[in-house]
C-alpha cells in the first residue's frame, strides 16, 4: 500500500502575502504597502460594521435602526456608507474605475468617523495600479477562507494587517525598520516587562508594535484590556497614519497617538503624561535631534546629553516619563554601554549610581532591519524595593534563528527564558542562579569598579563548557581534518593530471 504523502497547507496570511506580492508588478514595496494594508482595513471595518448591520436588521422590530450611526458609535464600530462597503466595492470590481471608487470610499469613511481623519490612503486611482491587478486584490482580500471565518473575521485580520507590515518592512529593508520593530524584539520587551495594566507610552511609536503586543500579552495572561491605556508619538505622518490603522483593526483606542512633524524632544504631545510602562525602539546614534536647542530643558535631570547623539536624550526622556513606580524597557545601540563621548559615561554613571538601572541584555546580530549596528536592551525601574544595588546582565547573542540570509529573530522559546530569568531575579525568587556565559546579578560596586561599563560579557564570563575546553584533543581533531582534506586533493590532482594526459594522447 503505498504511504500518504502528509501535506501541510501554508498559514492563510502566507497564502495571501504570496498571491498578494505576485500583484505587485512594477511597484515598489513602500508604495504598494498603503494599497494592500489599505484594502485590509476597508474589509475589517466592512466584516464589523455588517456584523452589527445584520444584527440591528434582525432587531428592527424592536425600534432599532440599522442605519443609525449611533448604533455603531455605541459599540465602538467604525459606521461605513453604503458606497464605501465592501459588497459594493466588490460589485464594481471590474470596473476600470475601480481605483478612484476606493479613494472615494476612503474619503466618505473618513468624514463619517472623525477619528479616521486624514489615516486613510488614497492611493488607489494612481496611474501605476494597474486596474485589473488591483479588483484581483480585492477578490483576494475578500476570498471566501475570510467570508467563512465570521465572528473571527475581525481578529483574522488583524493577525493578517500585523503579519503584513512585518513582510513590507522586510521587503522595504533598511526603509522598512524606521517603522517597524521586529515583532520578537518587541515580544522580549513586552514579556519582561508584563504590562498588565496602567499606562503605556512609546514617544517613538512607529507602526504601533508595543502597543499591539501589550494588548496581546494582557489576552493571553487573561487580564481585562481595558485596564492598559495607550500614549504615543510620531514624527514621520505615514508612519502614524499606519498606526492609526494598525490599531483601530484592534479596537485599540488610539486617541492618544499623537502626530507631528518636530517629534518628541522639540514638541513633546505628552508631556504631562506619566507612565507605568515605557516602551521604544528610538533611532539608533541619531545625530540630527535638535540637541543645540534644548541645551537646558527640565528632562536632562542626569546630565546634558551631547547634542551629536541622542541616545541619553532618549534615556532621559523615558525617565521623565516614568511614574513614581514606573518601569521602562527599550532598544538602544550597544555603544550605549559603554561611550564617554560627550558626557555619556558622566550621565550613565548617574543613572547607575542613582539604582535606575535594573537589567542590561545584549542582543543577537541581523535582529533589525534597518541597521546592522550592535543593539541591547535597557530595564529602567524608579523607586525598586527588591534588587536594590544590584543590576543584572543577560547575554543573549547566541539566541536566535535565521529566517533569511540577512536576518535573524528570536523563537518564542529563547523569549520565555530571557524573561523568565528576568523574572526571577527580579522577584528574588530562590529559583535563580547565575549562568556562566548567561546571566549575571552585579552589585554596583563591582561595575564601578569597571568603570561603569555595562558591557554584559564583562560579567556573565565565558559558559561553562568553553572552560572545560581540550585544547590537545581540539588541535589533534583539526589536524586529522587538515591532513584527510590533503589526501583528498591530492586524489583530484592526480585526477586532473590523467585526464589532461588522454587529452593529450588524443
Known sequence: MAKKTEHTEEPLEKQLWKAADKLRKNIDAA?????????????????????????????????ADPEDREEYAAENVFYVPSNARWSYLVSKVKNPQIGKYIDDAMDVIER??????????KVFAR???????LGELIDLIGNSTLQNTSTKSADLLGHVFEFFLGEFALAEGKKGGQFYTPRSVVELLVNMLEPYKGRVLDPCCGSGGMFV???KFV??????????????????????????????????DASQVKWNTEGSFLNDALR???????????????????????????????????????????IQHFIYHLAPSGQAGFVLARGSLTSKTGGEGEIRKALIDKGLIACIVNLPAKLFLNTQIPACLWFVSR???????????????????????????????????????????????????????FCASIPISRVAEMDYVLTPGRYVGLPEEEDDFNFAERFSALKAEFEQQLKEEDRLNMLILENLGKIKND
Open 31 to 63: 508604495e504598494y504597502k498603503h494599497v494592500v494594508l489599505g484594502l485590509i482595513f476597508l474589509r475589517y471595518i466592512s466584516v464589523s460594521f455588517e456584523q452589527l448591520y445584520n444584527q440591528l436588521v434582525k432587531q428592527q422590530t424592536d425600534g
Open 383 to 437: 523607586n525598586r524595593s527588591k534588587r536594590v544595588g544590584e543590576i543584572l546582565f543577560i547575554d543573549a547573542r547566541d539566541k536566535g534563528h535565521l529566517i533569511n540570509r540577512r536576518t535573524r529573530e528570536l523563537s518564542e522559546t529563547d523569549i520565555k527564558d530571557i524573561a523568565a530569568i528576568y523574572h526571577l531575579w527580579r522577584d528574588e525568587s530562590p529559583g535563580y542562579k547565575d549562568i556562566a556565559g
Open 272 to 314: 504631562d503624561v506619566k507612565a507605568d510602562f515605557v516602551m521604544a525602539n528610538p533611532p539608533f546614534n541619531d545625530s540630527d535631534w535638535s540637541g543645540d536647542q534644548l541645551r537646558n530643558d527640565a528632562r536632562w535631570q542626569y546630565g546634558t546629553p551631547p547634542t551629536g547623539n541622542a541616545n541619553f536624550a532618549w
Open 127 to 133: 496611474p501605476n495600479l494597474d486596474a485589473t491587478s
Open 112 to 121: 463619517e468617523n472623525k477619528s479616521l481623519k486624514g489615516v486613510l490612503p
Open 213 to 215: 503586543q501589550s494588548e
Open 219 to 252: 489576552k493571553e495572561h487573561q487580564g481585562i484590556v481595558e485596564n492598559i491605556s495607550i500614549y504615543g508619538q510620531e514624527s514621520n505622518q505615514t508612519t502614524w497614519r499606519l498606526c492609526k490603522m494598525n490599531l483601530a483593526i484592534r479596537g485599540i
